[in-house]
């Protein structure tokens, strides 16, 4: 299967009517999380609490749609690069942004020797590719180019802002959940008046059950989104083999040399799980990214269908 080189993608182009059903679903998870958080607010507080969590909510999207990108790469001790500093990852890069006609990104590298990327920025013209040194070294050019599509992928998808906000507002309902169930359980919060909150087995059921659900959910888009990128990524490339490579190289060196930065809460950005294997356990429920295994089976099994066509 063979892609000109000035010719942008199918389903990547600048008027997909996939990024506008993201465009959707992503005001439709924002507004769920924000009542999910108010609705522990007026637990917690009554009306008053209920607009000062609601009202928290919606800052926290701000600070995320402008800043999350810098945080991030902060965060991650990224280094900005020049083409002279990275001529090879600048050269892969530029030719898949043509690809996809996206605009060129900043990139950056990571001072780890974890083989591991991510992407950041809030829409394609604010947006920042980062690859660990390890990565540069464990892999080749075809499987990091495959590595890079699929990053590239979810900054045209818009998936990284979406994941980000999730991120954020659903730690403030775990945060304001644990609050609410040590008050309950320490007798801080009792029914006074109509404008006091719920009963102590009201917040202490919302303490439990609103965190589960909003974690549950924001990983369940995370791992949704690894698979439309996995996707988009290989037919940016044009074959999804080096990417299936790449999965399984990388799973490998990040179970054999854990990443120091950052934290569980950043897992969701990058091409892998830094923090942990993706084995068959109980708690890939819980997981940011879906098994390696399943997401090369989809790889292969759509090589096949690219090779019959």
């Given at each position: 299967m063979a892609w000109s080189e000035s010719t942008p993608v199918r389903g990547m182009s600048g008027g997909s009517p996939g990024v506008g059903r993201n465009y959707l679903k992503t005001a439709?998870?924002?507004?769920?999380?924000?009542?999910?958080?108010?609705?522990?607010?007026?637990?917690?507080?009554?009306?008053?609490?209920m607009l000062l969590f609601g009202s928290i909510g919606l800052v926290i999207n701000f600070v995320s749609y402008w800043f999350s990108d810098r945080i991030a790469l902060m965060m991650h001790r990224a280094q900005e690069v020049t083409r002279e500093q990275a001529p090879q990852l600048f050269e892969i890069v530029e030719r898949l942004t043509r690809k996809a006609g996206l605009p060129m990104p900043?990139?950056?590298?990571?001072?780890?020797?974890?083989?591991?990327?991510?992407?950041?920025?809030?829409?394609?013209?604010?947006?920042?590719?980062?690859?660990?040194?390890?990565?540069?070294?464990?892999?080749?050019?075809?499987?990091?180019?495959?590595?890079?599509?699929?990053?590239?992928?979810?900054?045209?998808?818009?998936?990284i802002l979406?994941?980000?906000?999730?991120?954020?507002?659903?730690?403030?309902?775990?945060?304001?959940?644990?609050?609410?169930?040590?008050?309950?359980?320490?007798?801080g919060f009792?029914?006074?008046?109509?404008?006091?909150?719920?009963?102590?087995?009201?917040?202490?059921?919302?303490?439990?059950?609103?965190?589960?659900?909003?974690?549950?959910?924001?990983?369940a888009v995370s791992r949704s989104r690894e698979f439309a990128a996995d996707a988009g990524g290989a037919e940016l490339v044009g074959d999804p083999e080096p990417l299936a490579e790449a999965l399984l190289a990388l799973e490998r060196g990040n179970e054999a040399l854990p990443y120091q930065y950052g934290g569980p809460a950043t897992a969701h950005m990058f091409i892998v799980n830094p923090f942990s294997g993706t084995g068959r356990t109980l708690m890939n429920l819980f997981s940011t990214h879906p098994?390696?295994?399943?997401?090369?089976?989809?790889?292969?099994?759509?090589?096949?269908?690219?090779?019959f066509a």
């Open positions: 439709m998870l924002m507004a769920f999380l924000i009542a999910v958080l108010a609705i522990g607010g007026s637990m917690w507080g009554g009306y008053s609490g900043r990139v950056y590298i990571i001072p780890s020797d974890t083989p591991n990327a991510f992407a950041t920025g809030r829409n394609p013209s604010h947006a920042a590719v980062a690859v660990t040194q390890g990565i540069m070294r464990l892999l080749d050019q075809r499987q990091l180019e495959g590595v890079l599509a699929h990053e590239l992928t979810h900054v045209r998808n818009r998936d979406i994941a980000t906000v999730a991120a954020a507002v659903a730690g403030l309902i775990s945060s304001l959940g644990h609050a609410i169930q040590w008050g309950a359980m320490l007798g009792s029914r006074r008046d109509d404008d006091r909150g719920g009963s102590v087995v009201e917040m202490l059921a919302w303490a439990i059950i609103a965190p589960l659900i909003a974690l549950v959910i924001q990983l098994s390696t295994e399943e997401r090369v089976r989809r790889l292969r099994e759509m090589r096949r269908g690219m090779r």
